[in-house]
């Protein structure tokens, strides 16, 4: 079975009717609500992987279907549809994830007062989502991209009663939507540059080499190529959904979430967009490769960025305390990695991790969730404990998720996309920065993941929630299951000795594989740092369980400094606030200052001087003139009186002196020989 | 034939007429007549969308008739597509502000019959082509707005009703002599006319001939009285006490219909009679429609009166119309202007006039809903919670709110993202400051929806019914209409675009 991809737009089109038959459900309406939103995701699984055989039937080719979206001028702006293989990828990917978080959620929010409103926003988010994988045009991505922050927007403030749900999803909008507008600004530069929005038209597409061609040649502000250009401010949208540094301050905030939202949305599917996004425009990030003599090529930005992030993300997650907080830098720090892979030329890599990543992630949390609503919504790690016993299926899975994130060499997913990038950072010829940045952040990522297991899982119950719980019933257990399977054998479709998924994102029908130890000398040292970040984790935590709540955390014992700088996320919130937060504050009061002190000022000056001219003529006309001229006293009294009409707003007097003036001009005018 | 666009303009006024003849009507008869005359415009505006050809960008069903012979003033009708979206738009918006006014039970004969005269006077605006009764109807308009505003509006209703009216008057004042000075020069009024002398450089010599700066000075008259309308940033300090003070329906329609009146005088006066001297100060005027922009967004929010914040955010909306015109003109001539970008920004332009119309009037309606389950209450901070108690209501005005932000896949983003794709195209440097302001309008937009709707329900809310099935109904098709539009974006613009296409293509400078 294959699907044309005249028809791919179903892919998004079955969630989008399973969220509208969701918003018109009444709250009593849970089992339609949640079972349209289901079987919309399942059969989009199904036809999904449909297109992955049509796309794997020709991975080379980029099977488009455009159409016109509305007139414009002499042409029209196009929309489209795109299959090709990470199309596909990304698609089943999400599809599939997403069935699984579905599932999940019926169990979850079981008890929630707006659970149909629940499903709606999620078949919202998933037809956004799997719209912005299948289109061909920047503009559908840009609308997609948008909608899924509205649904990011509308998932973690949906216990909106919480003034810190609220705050967390304004937060989220305000933050990535700063990213946006470069991505806007980028969208439109590139439009006006060449007269089309379409990534592959028949050789008119944007991704194509007549159109990349004048965007290398051309250069702008800066030395850099236009393309260049571009290229960063489209960054700048992946930045702010990926979560990147500078603006990653808002992904930890959306942990106000339900845990489920943070599975699907903030680990597995809507922070990746930006990486998806870099991959699906790389011809473009790349094209600027060839010129030798620019300032700085785009993606070395991209690699940057991405390795600043990897590193500071796993740096923070090393002081967090509230379990879904210590997966959210987790997850920044491997978007950081992801980015990295981009910016190293690896796209493939990046595409690869953002897979395995995307089913151990979202594993790792649906098992907080399985752990939060056992614990009656407990997620302090200080306050857990002791919960490998009574729930051992989330704990097993748990830990098979724990090791793939952390890269236990050879049987997990997790390892062999990190080695695969960590081989492409070896490779990059620019610098080896982003390479040592890398393996800091593995043995970190060992490290915290260690802390998180041990803290959660070891020792004894340390607080009355964590001693009550019991394991969940097969409606979430069975996900993790799934889930766990896949953390383990997906990373053997690209292993370096048979790298399937690599060539066929790459448009290879053969693959092309070498020995696993060749050039070995990387792959050793990752699996001792591997080794060395979770003998320490359990050095720590795990043969010293920790005693009570408010026990010291051992680092905190050692460098209480650098753990509260940790603790504190290197204080980017408070940063921003007294910045970005002030200069707003203060944009807004001199706005309005403007207003009340200046321009209405004008206003009322000019009407007081109107008032004033009124005032002296009847003064001049009552007191001084008083039965002295009387023709003149009549004529004062005919302008003092328009004048004060005009100060009560009598449009009547105003207006005849405007018809008197305007006669008089006539009259000027035409007897001055215009005419 | 019947004379399809007068009965467009006078049917409301004949709806006026017998209101203000039938002294004893019950409410029920006046709500009835009043609301069937203002669906008028809408039914007759559909019968003139179906005979309707986009393919003529001359103005269709014309209408001329001699009038003032002895000075060449003619009564002259008629519609384009530009004109066209602006009917339908003022079919839309006036029963749906009718019907929310409908709480208001002081002396409702007359508030439905300056209603109807309102109407009809913007319908006059939409539709003239003769500068004479064009303005009279543009002034007439003014009448029924500022007792609207003085007899039903807030506590400081009587000074924002002065302010407005006088505000507005000391505009069209200028713009009245200037057309005197048009007269002189030209001996016509007609708006085709002066289109065509301003186009081949006639009018420049003509007014040139009385002497070197009345080309200047005629325009600047005319701008005046057209910035003052819109209006374009810094004349526009009537508007937040005008909005903030009149009666919700009465905000609808100025915000919705009367803020159009002076964006399409631009498009239909200003910039073709006047294309050189918009040229020569477009590089000017582009900085105070980007304060418009900016400045307008931000004062929106430090606003804690709600109705004042969706008053600022229409001032930032309707600059973004002016700063496309204004980049398009100013571009006008320069090496690299592609006819593309100029049918993006005039394209968006026209979009954006409809599009805020839709979601400005939604706004104000739900602001007059909170108004009237508080006891009048509007400030930011009064509420809390209210989505808790009304989910439904939440839900529309979120949809309100989402669409004035410019979400894509709702109404509002096409119409930005062409002006800005234009602008761009034209001016690169101001699309990128304009961004401010649309970064500044999710922020206050999201504030207002955060604190009223969403935390701990408070004491205001906790009692809030949700929208009845009445309250509903009126809110339904604007709702529908940013839905449609957002996706289905074509609707308006098949309309529009072989007149934007035509207007692109032959950008008027001599």
Known sequence: MSLPVQLLWLIPALPLLAAGIGSLTPRSGRGLASGAAIVAMAISFLLSCGALATALAQPAAHLVHNFAWFDLGGSAVRLGWLLDPLTAFMCVMVTFVGTLIFIFSTGYLHEDANFTRFFCFLSLFAAAMLGLLVANSLLLLFICWELVGLASYLLIGFWFHKPSAAAAAKKAFITTRIGDLGLLLGMLWLYDSTGSLLFYDGGQGVLEATALGGLVAQTTIGGLAVSTAIGLLIFCGAIGKSGQFPLHVWLPDAMEGPTPVSALIHAATMVAAGVFLVARVYPLMSADQGLAHVPVHALTVVAAIGAITALLGALIAVAQSDIKRVLAFSTVSQLGYMMLALGVGSWVAAIFHLLTHAFFKALLFLGSGSVIHAAHHEQDIRRLGGLRGPMRATFATFAIGMMALAGVPFLFSGFWSKEAILHAAHNWDVSHLPLYAGLAAVVLTAFYMTRLVAETFFGSPRSEEASHAHENSAVMTVPLILLAVCAVLLGFLGTPAYPWLQARLEGHTEVHGHPIFEGAGLLMLSIVLVAVGIGSGWALYGRRPRANANALDPIEGRLPGLFAVLRARFGFDELYAATVGRLNTAMAALSDGLDRYVWDAAVRFLAALGEFGGVVNREADEDVLNGGFDATNDRLRGTARSYSAAQTGGAHGYLRTVAVGFVLLVLIVMLGGGV | ?510
């Open chain 2, 1 to 510: 034939m019947i004379p399809l666009l007068s009965l467009i303009v006078f049917t409301p006024w004949i709806g006026a007429a017998l209101l203000a003849l039938w002294r004893g009507a019950s409410p029920g008869a006046i709500r009835g007549l009043g609301l069937l005359f203002s669906l008028s415009t809408l039914g007759l505006g559909l019968i003139a969308l179906s005979r309707f050809d986009p393919a003529i960008t001359v103005p269709q069903f014309g209408e001329t008739h001699d009038w003032i012979s002895m000075l060449n003033v003619h009564y002259r009708l008629g519609l384009d597509g530009l004109s066209l979206v602006l009917v339908l738009l003022t079919g839309i918006i006036t029963p749906v502000a009718l019907i929310a006014s409908w709480r208001e039970h002081r002396d409702a004969r007359l508030f439905t019959a300056l209603f109807l005269l309102l109407q009809g006077a913007a319908l006059g605006v939409f539709l003239a082509l003769d500068f004479f009764h064009w303005f009279v109807f543009w002034e007439l308009s003014l009448v029924p707005a500022f007792f609207l505003i003085k007899l039903w509006g807030g506590p400081s209703a009587t000074r924002a009703a002065y302010q407005f009216v006088i505000y507005t008057i000391g505009g069209s004042a200028f713009m009245l002599l200037a057309f005197a000075a048009l007269y002189a020069a030209t001996g016509t009024l007609d708006f085709l006319q002066l289109g065509q002398y301003g186009a081949d450089g006639t009018l420049n010599v003509r007014l040139g001939a009385i002497g070197g700066w009345w080309p200047r000075a005629v325009f600047l008259g005319a701008l005046l009285g057209l910035a003052v309308k819109v209006p374009l940033w810094p004349f526009h300090t009537w508007l937040p006490p005008a909005y903030a003070e009149a009666p919700t329906g009465a905000s609808m329609f100025l915000t919705a219909v009367m803020s159009k009146m002076g964006v399409y005088g631009f498009l239909r006066i200003l910039w073709p009679i006047f294309p050189t001297q918009l040229h020569q100060a477009a590089p000017c005027l582009l900085w105070l429609a980007l304060g418009g922009v900016v400045f307008g967004a931000f004062a929106a929010m430090r606003q804690t009166d709600l109705k004042r914040m969706v008053a600022y955010s229409s001032l930032n909306h309707l600059n973004y119309c002016l700063l496309a015109l204004f980049a398009l003109s100013a571009a006008t001539g320069q090496p690299g202007t592609t006819s593309a970008a100029a049918a993006a920004a005039l394209s968006g332009t026209i979009l954006q006039m409809f599009n805020h119309g839709l979601s400005a009037a939604a706004l104000f309606y739900c602001v007059g809903v909170l108004e009237a389950r508080s006891g009048g209450r509007r400030g930011l901070n009064d509420f809390g919670g209210v989505r808790t108690a009304a989910p439904i209501f939440a839900g529309l005005c979120g949809v309100a709110l989402f669409s004035s932000l410019g979400l894509p896949g709702l109404n509002g983003f096409v119409g930005e993202f062409l002006i800005f794709r234009g602008v761009f195209g034209l001016a690169p440097w101001a699309a990128a400051v304009a961004c401010l302001g649309l970064l500044a309008t999710a922020l206050f937009l999201l504030t207002f929806w955060q604190r009223v709707f969403h935390g701990p329900t408070g004491k205001v809310a906790a009692n809030f019914p949700d929208l009845s099935l009445s309250e509903i109904l009126p809110l339904l098709p604007l709702i529908g209409l940013m839905f449609i539009l957002g996706v289905w974006p074509q609707f308006l613009a098949k309309l529009i675009n072989p007149l934007v296409s035509l207007w692109a293509g032959q950008l008027p400078l001599p």
